[in-house]
């Protein structure tokens, strides 16, 4: 199980989330939706033990992030935002996919070679990380994230900087992983469309739980309302008062 009981964290003065609880049942494949500053990376961090929570129980696997930091390293992989990532790293792309099992004494090609054919950068493995487009350098950071065994995989948008058929394409492959290897998948994501089809548990967050449920569910018009703060619809269209809508 998944646990987050009354969560509340944030930065300074500043509350980024509160009052969060959520249960998921291993595995699932899980997106959280919400406006710009809605709280979606720090939740992320939170499960991760990133960032310490001011209040409220967090059971990863029955692990305290805070407290087991090296259980959670084996049980859980993420991936960051990639503006938090610098495209200037001098390292070749084989190198970044391989370094989470550098750093616990692994030493696998086969999973490297393995984890950057699913998102299609084999031919990359060469490359400098500097010399991709921001596309690439997308997919690079999802494969390292895929390179270890993780029974929790968090991935902060994905899909930017992606175009629509890649989108579609790495949404496809994920589901694929999370029903053949039981693996859970909660990604941070703004463009809902590109999962619609697979009708995946929806968390609708503005620092606050807004809904929970699955996608045919979650994704109205008066709860995409209440998330973004604002919304025009009509008859098979919907506009959201935010520039990733």
């Not at 509350?15 to 969060?20: E, F, G, H, N, Q």
Request: hydrophobic share 45%; charged share 25%.
């Amino acid at each position: 199980m998944i646990i987050l009981e009354e969560v509340s964290a944030g930065y300074g003065d500043h509350v980024a989330i509160k009052d969060i609880t959520l249960k998921f049942s291993h595995p699932f494949f899980a997106i959280v939706a919400g406006p710009n500053g809605a709280g979606k990376s720090t939740l992320l961090k939170v499960i991760i033990g990133l960032i310490k929570r001011r209040s409220g129980r967090v059971s990863i696997f029955g692990v305290d992030p805070e407290v087991d930091k090296r259980s959670i390293r084996s049980l859980v992989s993420y991936m960051p935002q990639s503006s938090t990532v610098s495209p200037e790293i001098p390292l070749k792309v084989w190198d970044i996919v391989a370094s989470p099992l550098k750093l616990e004494g692994i030493d696998d090609e086969d999973a490297v070679d393995e984890a950057m054919k699913v998102v299609g950068i084999e031919r990359y493995a060469h490359e400098r990380f500097s010399k991709l487009s921001g596309g690439l350098r997308q997919r690079v950071l999802i494969a390292r994230a895929l390179v270890k065994p993780s029974k929790l995989v968090l991935l902060d948008e994905p899909l930017s900087h992606i175009d629509p058929k890649g989108r579609a394409e790495i949404i496809s492959t994920l589901h694929k992983i999370h029903k053949e290897r039981d693996v859970s998948f909660l990604i941070v994501g703004h463009d809902l469309s590109a999962c619609a089809m697979y009708d995946p548990q929806v968390i609708l967050l503005n620092r606050k739980i807004i809904a929970v449920g699955r996608f045919s569910e979650v994704v109205k018009p008066r709860l995409l309302a209440e998330a973004y703060g604002s919304l025009l619809y009509g008859e098979g269209f919907v506009f959201m008062g935010e520039e990733h809508g």
